[in-house]
């Protein structure tokens, strides 16, 4: 599939509805929520924020997949977010690192390719989050308090 073809991206961090973050507000400007979707991923607490990593294995990211709602602001949309999960910066300005790849995209309705925002850093001593649902995580440490 030609990457300029796809349109689509999935969030499993703070671009997903549920948190609220100020970054959902702008997703949802220039993005239609299509449903809730899968991806093969690891993830891990890395303390401020959630990182996956891509697998083979049958573990997966809980997310929900976006697509643009008009296709000639995508590349502009996309060099946003690149700024948000810091893709563009130097690594001494942004010490994480966050790389963006196309990914299977698995829904209810049938598997699609999406881009997602993969963790480039190190994980070691991370804590990994196994649901791969992130708000699920954060609602169960905040009950542990």
Do not use: C
């Not at 607490?45 to 008009?70: C, H, R």
Request: charged letters at 20%; aromatic letters at 14%; glycine letters at 6%.
């Amino acid at each position: 599939m030609n990457q300029t073809t796809v349109h689509q991206i999935f969030v499993y961090g703070s671009l997903r509805s549920g948190f609220n973050a100020p970054a959902f507000e702008y997703i949802s400007r220039y993005f239609q929520l299509v449903a809730p979707a899968k991806v093969r991923g690891l993830l891990y607490d890395m303390g401020d924020y959630p990182a996956a990593v891509p697998t083979n294995q049958d573990q997966f990211l809980l997310g929900e997949l976006y697509a643009i709602k008009q296709e000639e602001e995508f590349a502009w949309a996309l060099e946003q977010l690149d700024e948000y999960e810091g893709i563009n910066e130097s690594p001494e300005d942004s010490p994480v690192s966050f790389k963006r790849e196309l990914v299977e995209v698995m829904t209810e309705s049938g598997n699609t390719i999406a881009w997602i925002y993969w963790f480039s850093g190190s994980i070691a001593d991370k804590p990994l989050i196994a649901s791969g649902d992130v708000l699920e995580y954060l609602h169960q440490q905040q009950q542990k308090r």
